[in-house]
């Protein structure tokens, strides 16, 4: 009869977990509709999200520093460089790729190797700046703006 109070009771954390997420997924597409041309307004849900976000970045930071011996084994560059610039796009801040680049701490030429695979597999966005042809503007995609929300929503923190 335990095993089966046991098996019951994991069954109601599973369904109310279940339920927690259905919830923040519908929050998050209603959510979808605050976006105007990649860019979200600045709101009570994009503080909850930078926050998660900048907990995330700085966490990996700790564990790079901690654990990294000097060959990059625990380093996460493009999941850095995506939250960074999340964290940037929820602020209305424009990127590029130097500021990524030196905000991550990997070389110029790795970071923009980095950012041409995300962009042609649509997790990040280019777009020229109008005052300076030199400089390109990086944002995540609506795509991966969702999934980094997804991610973040399920963080233990």
Known sequence: MDSVKAEL???RLTIRQANEKFEILDKI????ADWTNGQQSFNGTGVDMIDRAEKCLHWGRQKTGSLD???GLFADSCW???????????KEEQVTVSSIAQSSG???TTAMRYINVMVEQGLLEKSANPSDNRMV????SLECRSKIETLLSSAPF
């Open 9 to 11: 009771a994991e069954l």
């Open 29 to 32: 597409i209603s959510d979808s």
């Open 69 to 71: 011996t000097g060959n």
């Open 80 to 90: 850095n460089m995506c939250l960074d610039i999340y964290i940037c796009g929820l």
């Open 106 to 108: 990997i070389p110029m």
């Open 137 to 140: 503007f990086i944002a995540v």
